[in-house]
């Protein structure tokens, strides 16, 4: 059994930053993919980044350039480095580790307000 746990979510003032990590333990039998995904009250989770292990990059349009993900494969923890944030990034954040064997797993989610 895998586990992600989320850490780094909170409340920000418009044009705030945050850090989010993501620590996965456990089973894992090779990571493939770790990404970012969001979920704002009444909407559907959307994917906000993803990385690969070997470092390749993916941003939905609404945070390039404002969003990082990095990844730390010996330490199998993923990071999204947040700038200049805005009302509409207001969700909570949930991680997600797919494997070499396509098996997928989310963590449980970090509330991110983005409020004056």
């Known amino acids: 059994q895998v586990q992600l746990v989320e850490s780094g979510g909170g409340l920000v003032q418009p044009g705030g930053s945050l850090r989010l990590s993501c620590a996965a333990s456990?089973?894992?039998?090779?990571?493939?993919?770790m990404g970012w995904y969001r979920q704002a009250p009444g909407k559907q989770r959307e994917s906000v980044a993803e990385i690969t292990s070997r470092g390749s990059t993916n941003y939905a349009d609404s945070v390039k350039g404002r969003f990082t993900i990095s990844i730390d494969n010996a330490k199998k923890t993923v990071y999204l480095q947040m700038n200049t944030l805005k009302p509409e990034d207001t969700a909570v954040y949930y991680c997600?580790?797919?494997?070499?064997?396509?098996?997928?797993?989310w963590g449980q989610g970090t509330q991110v307000t983005v409020s004056s």
């Open positions: 997600l580790l797919v494997d070499d064997m396509g098996l997928s797993d």
């Open positions: 456990g089973r894992i039998f090779s990571i493939n993919t």
